[in-house]
């Protein structure tokens, strides 16, 4: 089965102490669908400016991914600029140029209103709901957000996480959404908002998910150095989101170990900036990485 | 075989948005021995003065904790003052009166000095290194420490780094003593200093041991309110100590198992304030949780 992912597709420059490299390839839906791509067929539903260089068209390519719900539009590409502090937790915004995404309205092919599993990237709520909108009757919905969209379309993104089947979402906006300091307690009340899974990411620290099964610790691939963490958590749901969409069973007998498998290829990404670390490695270093986390969290 | 535990024992004042709780018992060895005592018996070495509550010793005893080593001086028992914030990770300290603590010297009972497996819990690293001292050849040693010994008594803390087989401290220290931000950096830097297992605690995300096996990511068991994390720390050496001290086989073998039973104690030790959860629980709840946490791992 495929994954239909949609969100942001962007250009950026990332600073860090160490390094400045500018327009990569990035966006949340750019990192998601190559992560998922290790997994499953990917639909990729975005737009970008005429300036998008063609040698990331090629990339998506190389992933085998679909691009029929790319938009090509006149005009620049959404560009982001960020600059990461020292420890690589705290970044600070330099630019964000909109380009063609300021008044982007996905759309989707035909053969895209049938996809069975979803992923809704970080991307403005009402855009991200307006996809559900055109959509038949997918099996499995999940989407994942930010903390601009808490602070300026809150309403929009309330009336979106009703319609979820997995709500995703990192520790600090998990707070701001609940106001729990305590991750379980928000976990608690994020349910109530609709959501029968909801996955709170906390960085090196790993994730948590709240489920029908109850809770589910998962551990992050440690990592002795992070060259540029941007994308990680899209990378996250995107390996998650196509390793669930291939997998045989139930979403209860394999979110777990999806969750394991998008942990494991956003330390990848966290290896490079932007996605170059991510398109250099194969399925096989996938599963190592998987062997070795279940050898480091037994007991 | 028992363990020998030396550290603070003392009152503890401590403020929650919630309450306040004057006298508490607290202190490092207080916490860590009726910890340890739910998996071996406890030989306790400390300090109190003449004000030392009749009920504290009590305590300690039907935790079966031998007291031989437990000078009681004229004077008066240490005493902490703490407040936390309302997210109960940052805490101030308010007051602290050393009282008796002031001139401590721990001098061991002949019979604790063959003791096979010993915590020196946090005190000053010169005490901890005098324990030592008047020890023959202990199977095991691990000590914990804090972010004063760091400041003021760095080169006696290094010198019994060097000594010890597992040394154990939080994030925030272990980025203190290295100046790594990451980790797992930060483990191989400690190494360097001696000790072939290096635990660093990281309260609610759990702990990473580093060690001949390579790493383990022991999870935290989770908690939906945490009324008093004081001395959760302590809990957690304590439970793993105890645990090590009467497992069969290598400490290799059993030192994974030992954190996750350290955490568990912990885990009881945040739901009440000072020891008021921990002395009322049992080895069978202890076992319940540590069931539950092998669920909540498992993928």
Redesign the interface.
Known sequence: MSVLIVGSTALDSIKTPKAENPRLLGGSASHAAVAASFFSPVKLVGVVGEDFPKRYIQLYKRHRIDLEGLQILPGKTFHWSGEYE????NRRTLLTELGVFETFTPTLPKAHQSSQFVLLANIAPSLQSHVLNQMQRPRFIAADTMDLWLNIALPDLLKLINRLDAFVLNDSEAHQLTKE?????AL?KIHKLGPKYVIIK?G???S?LSGPQ??????AY?????VDPTGAGDSFVGGMMGYLATAKGSIDQNI??A??YGSVVASFCCEGFGLNRTTRIRRSHINQRVKEL??????
Chains 1, 2 share one sequence.
Do not use: Q, Y
């Open positions: 020292l420890n690589m937790n300091d305590n991750v379980f307690a608690r906390k090196s620290h790993g948590i109850g809770f589910f610790i998962c551990p440690p990592l002795h150095k992070v777990r170990r969750m394991i279940t050898k480091l969290t037994k007991f």
